[in-house]
Structures are given as structure tokens and as C-alpha cells.
């Protein structure tokens, strides 16, 4: 229908704390990814508040939305068809729940609300990394996110979905108590008597990570045991790690890996390159048809 004019796509990848969107641009080639932009939203605030932020945020990146599609990937529970919020008890989004973000959105930006397209983050983030990353040739992947919250998700040949592991049972909770940030700040409570905020700051602070080591080697031991309770269930030939919580690997993976090896599984773990733009990625190639995304050998 748009054949006269370059579509643009806007993606995005909304968490309880932030806001990551790009443009992407269409050229006779394929899709470029002209522009990104991040900001922090306490996602605790009002209603108008965090719609006015990413609004503002979609401004910077899309002077003219007539013939751009928006793909935002948001956290479950959501309803992703009609575009409204379910999210309850997990202290964040705590106005948005049951709000049409969809008609909100479509209102606020003048554009037809059959513009405007939701995809869960988790099944985002992995269809961005199966389809670009280093987890592109395998047939079953298991994606984890481990970041405020966890997110996971699975490729079972063709089909990717939300795993939604995160409310699994696991020791005497559930998986997301002993695999996000949380779990962290809670040790760091515990064990060391001090607040802090999340797993950057333990990094970016040399005396507190040297208190923090035996955090790190007990959230390694968490996570094999979570993932080989994954291994009893699904066929998994590959792992790909996301999240905030994946860049500091180096601190607890190896663990992780020889753990597997113990068990005598072999199965390659990866961490994703592209850290917060898997999800921008995967949300934006439902409307890359045939065309491929360009530029890719450039990215950082």
C-alpha cells in the first residue's frame, strides 16, 4: 500500500526503568537503523507522565509518523493484540494497568491506532538475536534476559515465544526472586549490611566487588540449576544471554558453564552482542518482509 512512499520504523523496548527506541529507515536495499535514543522513566509514575516521556522520545527519533509503523516490545502480562497493559504486583507500571496504550498513543502521535503493534519483550529480544546474532543457525534456543526482572524466552524451529519462566517454581520461590536484580540488592543487604541499587553499582565500585565475589558465584550455581530443570523439559541446542545483568558474565558464566559440563552437557551459551538493541532488532524485523536489515558488520 506504501509502495509510493519509504516506510520508517519506529521500535522500542520498554522496561520498569527506561525506554530504548530506534528508527529504522527503508532503503530499496533493506533497513537501516538511522537513529536510537534511551532514557530513564521511573515506570512507578503517572499515566500522562510516562506517555508524555515516550512520546517525546519518538519525537526525537521520527519528525513524520504518516507512514511509519511503531512496534513497542513490553513486558507481560499485556495484552499485545489490543494494546493494554495487564501489568499487576511487579511495582512497576503500577498506572498504566488496564489502560489502552494503543488509543493513547495513536491520539497522542495523529496516527491511526492499525499503526501501532506490541510484542513481548522476551520473544523480542530472541527474535532479534536468532535472526542477527550469534544464535542464528541453531533450530531450539533457550533466550534469557537477566536484568530488573527476568525475562525468557524460546525458539522451537520456526516459532518464538514468550517462555514466561519467570514466575516458575524455583529453591522456595520463584526463578525471578533468585535471577534479577533483586536478588542481588538483597544479598548485598544481607550479607554486607548496605543498600545498593543494582548490579552496576557492585561493578563499578573495586572494594565493593571484592565483598561481592561469593553474590556472583552463588547467582552462577542459581542460574545452572534453573537452566538444567530447563534441559529435563525442552529440546535446547543453544542459550543466549541478555539483560543488564549479562555484561558483568565475566564475573559468574564460566561457573555457569562448568556446572554443565558436570552434568555432561555441552550445550554453547552466548552472550549477546548487541545489548539493549536485540529487542529493537527482533521488534522492528516483523516489517522487514524480505528485505534484510543493513549495517549490521558496522554495529559496536
Avoid at 18 to 32: D, K, L, N, S, W
Avoid at 78 to 91: A, L, S, T
Avoid at 150 to 172: M, P, Y
Amino acid at each position: 500500500i506504501q509502495s509510493m512512499h519509504n516506510r520508517s520504523i519506529l521500535s522500542a523496548d520498554i522496561g520498569g526503568s527506561h525506554i530504548t527506541a530506534a528508527a529504522f529507515v527503508e532503503r530499496p536495499e533493506g533497513y537501516a537503523m538511522e537513529s536510537i535514543a534511551t532514557k530513564s522513566i521511573d515506570s512507578r509514575q503517572s499515566k500522562d507522565f510516562i506517555l508524555k516521556q515516550w512520546v517525546s522520545v519518538f519525537n526525537e527519533l521520527v519528525s513524520d509518523f504518516s507512514h511509519c509503523c511503531i512496534v513497542l516490545a513490553m513486558p507481560a502480562p499485556f495484552d499485545y493484540v489490543n494494546g493494554i497493559c495487564q501489568i499487576v504486583d511487579q511495582g512497576k507500571f503500577i498506572h498504566l494497568l488496564g489502560v489502552d496504550i494503543k488509543k493513547e498513543l495513536s491520539e497522542r502521535l495523529g496516527i491511526s491506532t492499525t499503526q501501532i503493534h506490541f510484542v513481548n519483550d522476551a520473544k523480542a529480544f530472541l527474535m532479534g538475536e536468532s535472526k542477527f546474532g550469534k544464535v542464528s543457525g541453531f533450530e531450539n534456543i533457550l533466550g534469557l534476559t537477566l536484568g530488573t526482572g527476568l525475562g525468557s524466552s524460546r525458539k522451537n524451529g520456526e516459532q518464538i515465544f514468550d517462555a514466561e519462566l519467570w514466575s516458575s517454581k524455583f529453591k522456595d520461590s520463584i526463578a525471578e526472586d533468585y535471577l534479577g536484580t533483586g536478588w542481588f540488592i538483597a544479598w548485598c543487604k544481607e550479607n554486607l549490611s548496605l543498600e545498593v541499587k543494582g548490579v552496576k553499582e557492585i561493578i563499578d565500585n573495586p572494594e565493593l566487588l571484592q565483598m561481592a565475589m561469593p553474590a556472583f558465584s552463588t547467582f552462577s550455581k542459581n542460574l545452572a540449576e534453573f537452566i538444567l530443570m530447563r534441559f529435563e523439559e525442552i529440546p535446547i541446542d543453544a542459550i543466549v544471554l541478555g539483560g543488564s545483568i549479562s555484561r558483568s558474565h565475566a564475573l559468574f558464566l564460566e561457573e555457569t558453564i562448568s556446572i554443565f559440563n558436570q552434568h555432561y552437557i555441552h550445550t554453547p551459551v552466548f552472550v549477546s552482542d548487541f545489548g539493549d538493541k536485540s529487542a529493537l532488532f527482533g521488534a522492528a524485523s516483523q516489517f522487514f518482509g524480505q528485505k534484510v536489515l543493513l549495517g549490521l558488520d558496522q554495529e559496536s
